[in-house]
């Protein structure tokens, strides 16, 4: 009796063993399973972007921000990684932006789609400073995105908002090529404005005559252009610097300096006044502008891009000397311009934007002004 006894208890005891192994086995998968589910959610979330706004700022920043990440740490973070990297301390010259978080807004696609967004490339971007008119045809260079947000907004962006220096920096590889996916499918209009020479590795060439260059911030601006470009979504202005690193960002050369290679009586540099040539072209977007082929610009610049015939660019513009003055996208979906349409006083410069906004924005752009210039 007593070793029969003994065997049911066996029995259950390697029933009740096997029912428990038979649980824990379960909850493992079920804890494999919501750990590779909340992997492959997290793999496949997209980065968000949020609006930053701050009344040191001329116009709000977008701050591209990781899954998981709070909008503040991700301000935060971004300021951690410019404080770490030499390269972008010695642009900044060793003292990072003081920005007072006024709010930190989720960045809708509409809000995107129709706003303009520059890439800032100067300290001097992240401050609502204006500075004193120096003649009677053109601000000063540090006021070129104040004018250039103004102008637009008139011309039918409904805002504009600025990107910050190396933005992605500190992303993954996966998470940076989304940032510059997520920017290349939503917005219709990016712009590079004026500022410092371009590295001259990204061209090939040693550094001679090129000046105040900083290889980090350029890597990841061409980085960005070059996604930009390459799935022909939006629209891209490139002014002065923006020009040529867009141009680099495309395989092109430069001239390093147009004193040294070329014996020319045209001053290229402190705003400078001169004649200039609009050329036919696939979309002619600066002759339509003008309505001339012959026109006056401002220039402040010292170096100018080389072009070639089998890119994706075209001459739209030169002067006498033979410097290149404009390029157009063979595609229609760029404009580049070595001088400086937002500091113009006189028509030509509202023409040339109000061109590329009507590009863009054919319904937003406003009708007054579209008639004004193109009667």
Not at 122 to 150: A, G, Q, V
Not at 166 to 178: K, L, P, R
Request: hydrophobic share 40%; aromatic share 10%; proline share 5%.
């Amino acid at each position: 009796m007593m070793a029969l006894s003994q065997r049911i208890w066996r029995n259950y005891a390697a029933k009740a063993y096997t029912y428990v192994r038979q649980i824990l086995a379960f909850i493992k998968s079920a804890y494999l399973f919501a750990f590779f589910l909340g992997s492959t959610s997290s793999a496949d979330a997209e980065i968000s972007f949020f609006k930053l706004s701050s009344p040191q700022l001329i116009a709000p920043l977008i701050i591209p921000v990781r899954p998981h990440e709070e909008p503040l740490h991700a301000w935060e973070n971004y300021l951690k990684q410019l404080s770490t990297n030499s390269d972008l301390v010695e642009l900044f010259e060793g003292r990072l932006p003081y920005i007072q978080v006024r709010s930190l807004q989720p960045l809708s696609a509409k809000e995107l789609a129709d706003a303009s967004v520059v890439i800032m490339n100067s300290p001097r971007d992240f401050t609502n400073k204006i500075y004193p008119t120096t003649d009677d045809t053109s601000h000063p260079h540090e006021n070129r995105i104040h004018t250039l947000s103004n102008t637009l907004k008139e011309l039918g962006s409904t805002q504009t908002f600025l990107l910050p220096i190396a933005a992605g920096i500190g992303f993954t590889h996966s998470e940076y090529q989304d940032f510059k996916n997520k920017i290349a499918d939503e917005v219709r209009l990016l712009i590079s404005p004026g500022g410092d020479d371009v590295h001259t590795s990204f061209y090939k060439q040693p550094s001679i005559w090129a000046n105040y260059t900083n290889a980090t911030r350029d890597k990841y601006e061409i980085s960005l252009i070059q996604t930009f470009t390459r799935k022909q979504k939006g629209f891209i202005l490139g002014i002065c610097r923006g020009m040529q690193i867009t141009s680099v960002a495309l395989g092109y050369k430069l001239v390093q300096d147009i004193p040294h290679h070329f014996n020319s009586p045209i001053s290229h540099r402190e705003y400078a006044l001169h004649p200039v040539t609009f050329l036919p072209t696939t979309h002619n977007l600066l002759l339509t502008a003008s309505g001339s082929a012959l026109n006056t610009v401002n220039s402040l610049h010292h170096q100018s891009v080389i072009l070639h015939k089998n890119g994706p660019l075209e001459l739209a513009a030169h002067t006498s000397d033979g410097i290149t003055e404009g390029a157009e996208f063979k595609n229609g979906k760029g404009l580049l311009v070595q001088f400086h349409p937002e500091l113009l006083k006189f028509d030509l410069g509202k023409k040339v934007l109000s061109q590329v906004t009507y590009k863009v924005w054919p319904k937003l752009a406003s009708a007054n002004v579209c008639q004004k210039w193109y009667q």
